[in-house]
């Protein structure tokens, strides 16, 4: 059976990513590894690094195996060649295009699933494009509705919005989007990670979850009614609970994921307990796409010192989500 095919994109040029990819391609990783991107940038990275790195163009073919130290490209080139820890906004484009490539390989079947290293929102945005995540992007290329999910060995924590200022956070959670939220966090709890009847905890928007309506009304005009609309229809849903205690160990034997409101109120968490073993997976998508739970780190870029541990994570999980997914439609195919 061919190796799982994994395209992986190295974000910001001048950040961490390239050499990240380059101490993945260096290990003996059991999947066959696709960088998008400046080939020259890799070999730099992997020089930075002190890792002998076989690049090779890519041709397409499939592999049943994949010597250590051997990564293919697929060639982006650079706009201009990178300084670590130093962005250029003439490569934000360079980087914008590796994703389309990424994203349009995966909705062509051709990669089983994208690994993505962190990009640097502010320089794309410098650059003249609008860019607000990975998430929002891979939506609008795949034409679909995401939700942003950080999952550890032990903790599972999906958000009902994403990068948004948190004075247009109420605003944004409705009836209509916390309904569609819960329905893809359910569908793809089971469907990506296999577990049959999930359980999922929604917290509270304001402090001890409103307060019966003392500290806000959220709780009881908007989230309630959907919680309730949605366990009618056979969707386990727990909430919605404080914040504030909704992590103790006591209430984590209870669910199997989390949806929080915004971005900060339950990634600290996550974050403090597991950051190197932490993931970022893009739920609703109709592939697979997982990333590393931190950023470019600039300070680190050039140095050869970056911890490789969380793209190594997120590589592990797209090789376990393309399992699942392999014995799915092998299942389905012998029905």
Known sequence: ??????????????????????????????????????????????????????????????????????????????RARETPGHPDPRNAFHVLNALARAADGCLAGEFDALVTAPVQKSVINDAGEAFSGHTEFFAQRAGCETVMMLASPELRVALATTHLPLSKVPAAITRESLARTLRIVHAELVGKFAIASPRIAVLGLNPHAGEGGHLGREEIETLLPVIEGLRAQGIDLLGPLPADTAFVPAQRAHYDAVLAMYHDQALPVLKSEAFDRTVNITLGLPFIRTSVDHGTALDLAGSGQADPSSLFAAARMAVELTGRQRARIGAASRS
């Open 1 to 78: 059976m061919a190796l799982p095919r994994l395209a992986l994109t190295a974000g910001e040029p001048a950040g961490v990513g390239p050499e990240l990819i380059a101490r993945l391609a260096a290990s003996p990783f059991p999947a066959d590894l696709v960088a998008i991107g400046d080939a020259s940038l890799m070999a730099r990275a992997a020089a930075t690094c002190g890792l002998p790195i076989d690049i090779e163009t890519y041709d397409g073919t499939p592999r049943v195996a994949r010597a250590r130290s051997t990564l293919r490209v697929i060639e982006i080139p650079l």
